[in-house]
């Protein structure tokens, strides 16, 4: 059986190259229109750069966090610990 911090890890290392790629780019595509000269731009580059940065800590953070719990949750609602230790269970992601 895997260990909540174990599957966390895996996760957090599949998805977390994809989550930085796409803060990577959308951050340096929305600075390009800091150097424009109309005001509009910049206040709607500021904001988006804002945005992908809460957004991205929220992703990296909270998202983490939050499937840590739910993976116990649904381990303990459908996984008795001491009558099936040696069983697999439904909630494992294993075939």
């Excluded at 990577?24 to 390009?32: G, K, N, Q, R, Y």
């Excluded at 229109?33 to 909270?62: D, E, H, P, R, S």
Aim: proline share 2%.
């Amino acid at each position: 059986m895997i260990s909540t911090r174990r599957a966390s890890t895996v996760a957090q290392g599949r998805t977390g190259s994809t989550i930085t790629g796409g803060a990577c780019t959308t951050i340096v595509s929305t600075a390009m229109l800091c150097f424009c000269q109309i005001t509009v731009f910049n206040k709607i580059a500021l904001v988006m750069i804002f945005n992908t940065v809460v957004g991205y800590a929220m992703a990296l953070l909270f998202f983490g966090s939050l499937m840590s719990i739910v993976y116990v949750e649904r381990r303990a609602l459908l996984c008795d610990e001491t009558e099936m230790s040696e069983l697999p269970c439904a909630a494992d992601d294993t075939p």
